[in-house]
């Protein structure tokens, strides 16, 4: 059953790395039921949302909530390297690869495991070693290592910088140079209605520098029917 080892590792390591790309380097969102990150991030959120309902106030609750993207991409991260510590576990476990590693416990798949995985973080204790065509594949699996924890370190300032862009937008408090509110006028960007008529107005001109008097003077929707001309 072993020559199965080297087919699944690379199954296992393809399948790593094609969620690798489609989530990280892939500038558009990708659609798929049951991709390994949907399926992360769902396991993540539901108890996580679960646990922020038992908060009784609205703040608390929130603070809780904004905790479950950040977790869900380490986690991520520890899904992708114990896979790929799999993957190559695999590979070098395979009759092709497992007579080149030496070092106790010769032949067994512990030993290829750790052996992988010290070779994916570059730890390299030197108990076990590889010889012959395996060093190349140890040789892959420590830069595979590097890249992937050079792609995720280069994706972090990008994910904040988004998430400052969508705060700034949506969230931005109403001044004395606002038509409308800033949140209601760019989510009536992204639907279907018909005007931005149907945001809340001012119901007085004088608005403070910072914009608070005016947030808390914004009243009901504008009504979008013509004025009555006098007679």
């Not at 910088?161 to 009536?188: K, M, W, Y």
């Amino acid at each position: 059953m072993r020559w199965l080892a080297l087919p699944a590792g690379i199954v296992v390591l393809v399948g790593t790395f094609l969620d690798v790309f489609r989530t990280m380097v892939m500038p558009r969102a990708v659609r798929g039921r049951y991709r390994l990150t949907r399926v992360l991030f769902l396991a993540v959120w539901r108890p996580w949302r679960l646990l922020a309902l038992r908060v009784k106030t609205q703040q608390a609750r929130e603070r809780v909530l904004a905790g479950a993207a950040p977790m869900s991409l380490f986690v991520l991260l520890a899904a992708w390297a114990a896979l790929s510590t799999v993957g190559y576990g695999l590979v070098l476990w395979s009759p092709a690869f497992v007579h080149g590693v030496h070092g106790s416990g010769d032949g067994s798949f512990t030993t290829a495991l750790y052996f992988s995985g010290t070779s994916l973080f570059t730890i390299g204790f030197g108990d076990v070693v590889a010889t012959g065509l395996t060093r190349a594949v140890v040789i892959v699996e420590g830069a595979t290592g590097l890249g992937l924890v050079a792609v995720v370190i280069g994706y972090l300032p990008v994910l904040y910088q988004a998430f400052n862009r969508r705060e700034s937008t949506h969230l931005r408090e109403p001044t004395v140079h606002d038509e409308q509110p800033g949140a209601c006028f760019a989510i009536l960007a992204q639907t279907s209605l018909p005007e931005a008529g149907a945001c809340p107005r001012p119901i007085s001109a004088g608005v403070g520098a910072g914009g608070r008097a005016g947030a808390a003077a914004w009243t009901g929707p504008r009504s979008t029917e013509p004025a009555a001309r006098p007679p």
